[in-house]
């Protein structure tokens, strides 16, 4: 989990993230606008302080922009490491699908 102070307004992938998984991203602040850009879909999302939105980072280019004020991120994600560790400890407790 991460929090970003301003926004990430670079296109990027989410590299050390599992592919396997999905980015939670919670927004506020004293902001105006504010939008995910996830180019590969066509898609400029508006996210209002307080929503919640999930995609997966490591496999779609995202970035945001927002026009005023001060705005916060908080993004949840899950590791490659970590997600590797929770499948070989799940795999050895007799869970198969993760």
Request: charged share 20%.
């Amino acid at each position: 989990m991460v929090l970003i102070d301003g926004c990430a307004n670079v296109l990027h992938l989410d590299m050390s993230d599992a592919k396997q998984t999905l980015n939670f991203i919670l927004v506020f602040g004293d902001f105006k606008g504010g939008y995910l850009l996830l180019p590969q879909t066509g898609m400029k999302i508006y996210l209002e302080e307080g929503w919640v939105f999930a995609f997966c980072g490591s496999v779609l280019a995202h970035a945001a922009e927002y026009e005023s004020g001060r705005r916060f991120c908080i993004n949840a994600f899950t590791c490659r490491g970590t997600y590797a560790a929770a499948r070989k400890f799940w795999e050895k407790h007799g869970v198969y699908e993760l």
